[in-house]
């Protein structure tokens, strides 16, 4: 055929315009936009199939678990090209990521695609032109054992998903979700919490004193710490369990003693010498490349970038050709690589920087993948941070300027040292050691006669080694305070006598177990196996969305709804949240993407159940009653309980001097609140707080009626009440209980018409109500400002041209202008009642978003690939969001406005159509409009 071109598919955008200027003339690059197929919503499945064994998950769990899958309306048009494309291609290259998540993208365009021209994969791991020419000339066929796997993690988490999500709806609150990943992630965090909760803080004291050696040129004094008391070893923080109990037999000193010690050691005539001088050599080595895991949590150490930041920098730089795949559990490098290495080291910090031998190095997380290289620079040279100043900006600077930096020491020689480590002996007199008895009569610890011993150590780098050019961040540590300090030592000797500059006693208290980060937590499921590299971002990022965790400053911290869930899902489906079960199905897979296990025999024995293993189906079919209540509550202290409500957790408590029918006290609690800061002194504090009544401002002249601000469920509002009933008796005579009335002119007593049958009373009318402003106190509110509130909407006046009413309101979105259908945005919630005619006229002329914020893009990109027109970032009424004036997708809470490149705008868009159209609601339940049904037939994967 003449001008054909073999047609290369990507998943990427940015990676389709890279790729194509290495391939050149005869290649024609076009991108999928990740993936053009996923499984079809239950609810459009077509009518004849919504009752069959696809019916509940669109997945044929009965016959092979064959799932259904549909290319979404948002995809339709991208197939259409690439299909139109294919007609004029003599061969197609598909060209998606080398993991499985790219290999089961290349089946699905396969699969919809239908190709009669020959197909080859085609993979790098660098998107450079050596790699990219290397890669054409050496492709493979697809490998159907990955796509297995990915399609089994597919259908695993919609079964579970679809299973257990609907049992957290019915006992947790609506709209709560589980997966296989992120509910053990979730249990991670709520563990993490529980220990703080039950964490009892223990103290202890120590000494620290700064001692000087006369016999020293440079500076004298270095300071040293207590370390044992009569030849025992003094406790530190490291001697206390979590419920402050001593674990070992070392001594704990109490305040008492430790002041006591330090006049004992301060005496006159106390020997102060050197017992023993210990010299050894030091030696350290770098940390090994990157790997995914290692990199986000590098990244949030030392950049405080997200996960999911770290992840869209790191793709944003592989397809522009800067690094390596950045999707990989290997420490690996290859030759070329450690080549580059040792080179740039050499040139930049010396001959004697690198190390005779290359260094290897092997993973040891678990159930690894070595498919990939570590996370590097691209290409035979590395290119340095400085070179590319001026092309990239920001995070991505930072980020290539870390992996470029824990490259290249990787492969330099260890720092070297000596540590030197000195111990003194304090020893006081027999006077002085009866006077010290004598003055601390009530601490357990005896000092008299006592050696103290303090030791202190110094590290002296004698050879910086890989330190010139990287040295790794570490996480929080408890007990932070024990920690060696290294400090540089004068030279000393055995049997000196040094002098006692200074000696402090300070009291410590253990530490709770730190709460995860971002970072730790993810070394955390790397360790136990749980996830993979490309799924650590996407686990944090949806247990953030979901509410089950908040950040505080770089702290998970858990709400009390997660709680609730990981109670339920332990106590109902404990082995799906079990660490080690999890990690187990990582291995299943592995097993499955190796071609050692059958995915439907899988599949099967994970949902029916096997010999020794009790199936989803079973556990759900079999749970029993779930008492929502209980699983909603958590005792705090004697009689006072915590719940969590439809609107949110509570405290509740029971007076036992109360009547047996006395409602329970029930008290909102902060939301600022942590979990472990929830003690039973505070929520004492909380349930005895005085209740703040409402407050009568005074009468509206008006009706009589008497304002009054109170406090709601949705915040402090006022409202109009009747005056309390006047005491004085009524003398006017009656003829009965009830008043009667009397015909005026005869005096007779006219009966009462009797109400139809089955006629209703007239309903009360409601009561009128008002929100505060934003910028409104409840103490601050006085009768004339309730009044205002209450008489809104406020008439401005009359559009002199149309004569139709203008108001000005407060609504659910803010102050705003009405006149007819027309609308509006006020500046300020004051303008309601300050702006006249004049200034409604001029702010109805103005364009309907002229003034408002939403209109005027925060950032502004190329066009969008699917629809052809332009993205930008707005404000909106619920924050952020990206635009290409058709489709808005809300940018998550976990993610800035700064960090969205285009890629990561063209991919939350993407991800909205591939959503749908949010489901309209329901006018009446007997509607018989039948909603239209799904046309695409399943396809069925091919068995060659």
């Known amino acids: 055929m003449s001008g054909a071109k073999k047609l290369v598919i990507v998943e990427s955008p940015t990676k389709m315009k890279s790729i194509a200027q290495y391939l050149g003339e005869g290649y024609q690059v076009l991108s999928s936009v990740g993936h053009i197929r996923d499984l079809i919503e239950p609810k459009n499945l077509p009518a004849e199939l919504k009752k069959g064994s696809l019916g509940k998950f669109s997945v044929d769990v009965e016959h092979g678990f064959e799932p259904y899958y549909v290319v979404s309306d948002a995809k339709k048009k991208t197939v259409a090209e690439l299909k139109r494309a294919l007609k004029d291609a003599d061969e197609l290259l598909l060209a998606t990521d080398e993991d499985r998540e790219g290999e089961a993208i290349a089946w699905h365009l396969l699969q919809e695609l239908k190709p009669k021209v020959p197909v080859r994969r085609m993979v790098f791991h660098e998107i450079t032109k050596d790699a990219i020419q290397k890669a054409k000339d050496n492709t493979r066929d697809l490998d159907t054992a990955l796509v297995d796997a990915q399609e089994t993690r597919r259908i695993l988490d919609r079964l579970y998903g ?76 490291r001697d206390f369990d979590d419920a402050g109990r001593l674990k070992s037999s070392a001594v704990v000193l109490d305040e008492a003693a430790a002041h006591a010690l330090v006049s004992a050691l301060r005496a006159d005539g106390v020997s102060r010498t050197v017992s023993k001088v210990e ?142 480590t000195v111990t003194i002996e304090v020893g006081p007199t027999a006077a002085d050691a009866a006077a010290a008895l004598d003055a601390q009569p009530e601490s357990s610890v005896k000092i008299g006669g006592t050696i103290a011993e303090f030791t ?126 999890t990690a187990e199905m990582e291995d299943d897979l592995d097993r499955i993407a190796s071609g050692e296990a059958d995915r439907v025999d899988w599949l099967n024995g994970f949902y029916f159940g096997s010999d020794t293993h009790r199936g989803l189906r079973q556990v759900v079919d079999n749970l029993g009653e779930i008492d929502a209540r209980e699983i909603n509550s958590i005792s705090v202290a004697p009689g006072v309980t915590l719940r969590i409500g439809r609107y949110g957790p509570y405290l509740e408590s029971v007076d036992p001097d109360a009547a047996p029918d ?93 109400p139809k049958r089955g006629a209703k009373k007239p309903a009360a009318p409601k009561p009128r109500t008002a929100s505060l402003f934003k910028s409104m106190q409840p103490e601050e509110i006085d009768l004339e400002t309730a009044l205002k509130l209450l008489d809104l909407p406020r008439v401005v006046g009359a559009d002199p041209d149309s004569g139709e009413e203008i108001t000005a309101q407060n609504g659910r979105y803010g102050p705003y202008l009405k006149k ?17 005619l004049a200034g409604a006229l001029e702010l109805l002329a103005q364009p309907k978003y002229g003034a408002r914020r939403a209109s005027s893009a925060l950032k502004e990109f190329d066009n969008d690939p699917v629809s052809g027109k332009p993205v930008k970032v707005k404000d909106g009424r619920f924050g952020p969001y990206v635009t290409d004036g058709t489709t808005n997708a809300t940018i998550p809470r976990a993610e800035s406005v700064e960090d969205i490149t285009f890629e990561r705008a063209v991919e939350l868009l993407q991800i909205k159509r591939d959503k749908g159209p949010a489901p309209k609601a329901k006018r009446s339940t007997r509607s018989t409009t039948k909603k239209p049904s799904a046309t695409k037939a399943s396809a069925k994967k091919s068995t060659a």
């Open 279 to 420: 010299s050894k050599p030091y030696s350290r080595r770098p940390a090994a490349p990157f790997t995914t895991s290692t990199l986000q949590q590098e990244a949030a150490r030392k950049l405080r970038l997200s996960a999911r930041d770290t992840m869209r920098v790191a793709q944003s730089l592989y397809e522009n050709g800067y690094i390596t795949y950045m999707r990989t559990d290997s420490v690996a490098l290859s030759q070329q690589a450690v080549s580059a290495a040792r080179t740039q080291a050499t040139k930049l910090y010396g001959p004697d920087s690198v190390p005779d031998k290359p260094r290897v190095y092997a993973g040891r997380s678990k159930n690894a993948q070595e498919a990939h290289e570590a996370i590097r620079p691209s290409g035979e040279v590395f290119r340095t941070p400085s070179e590319l100043q001026s092309v990239l900006r920001g995070s991505e600077f930072k980020l290539y300027d870390l992996i470029w930096k824990r490259t290249v020491a990787s492969q330099m020689a260890d720092a070297k040292g000596q540590t030197a």
């Open 662 to 754: 006395a409602p329970p006290r029930r008290v909102n609690l902060p939301p600022d609140l942590a979990p472990d800061e929830l003690t039973e002194a505070k929520a004492r504090e909380l349930i005895e707080a005085p209740v703040q009544g409402d407050r009568v401002l005074g009468e509206n002249p008006a009706n009589g009626k008497q304002g009054v601000v109170k406090d709601g469920r949705f915040g402090p509002y006022v409202t109009e009440i009747d005056p309390p009933a006047d005491e004085t008796v009524d003398t006017a005579p009656s003829t009965g209980s009830d008043a009667e009335a009397v015909d005026p002119a005869t005096g007779e007593v006219l009966e009462a018409p009797k």
């Open 162 to 237: 679809y299973e257990v999500s609907p049992v957290l709806w019915r006992k947790v609150g609506p709209g709560l979700s589980a997966g296989r990943v992120q509910s053990a992630a979730t249990r991670l965090v709520v563990d993490r919490e529980r220990e703080r909760l039950a964490f009892v803080a223990a103290s202890y004291w120590d000494l620290t004193g700064r001692f000087s050696s006369e016999e020293s040129d440079t500076d004298p004094s270095f300071e040293a710490r207590l370390v044992r008391l009569g030849g025992q070893r003094v406790a530190t923080g």
């Open 820 to 836: 007819g259908s027309e609308t509006r945005t006020l500046p300020t919630e004051d303008a309601i009642f300050e702006i006249d």
């Open 456 to 581: 202190a150590s110094g590290t002296v780098i004698t050879f910086r080694g890989f330190l010139a050019a990287y040295e790794e961040g570490h996480d929080e540590e408890r007990n932070a305070d024990d920690a060696p300090r290294e400090a540089k030592l004068p030279p000393l000797k055995e049997g000196q006598s040094v002098a006692l500059a200074d000696l402090e006693a300070k009291g410590h208290e253990t530490s709770p177990p730190p709460r995860y980060t971002e970072a730790s937590l993810v070394k955390r499921l790397e360790e136990l196996g749980i996830g993979r590299p490309s799924t650590f971002a996407s686990i944090i990022s949806t247990i953030l969305d979901r509410g089950y965790v908040t950040q505080r400053g770089q702290a998970l911290v858990p709400s009390w709804v997660a709680f609730s869930v990981v109670r339920l899902l332990e106590e109902h489906f404990g082995d799906l949240v079990e660490y080690d079960f």
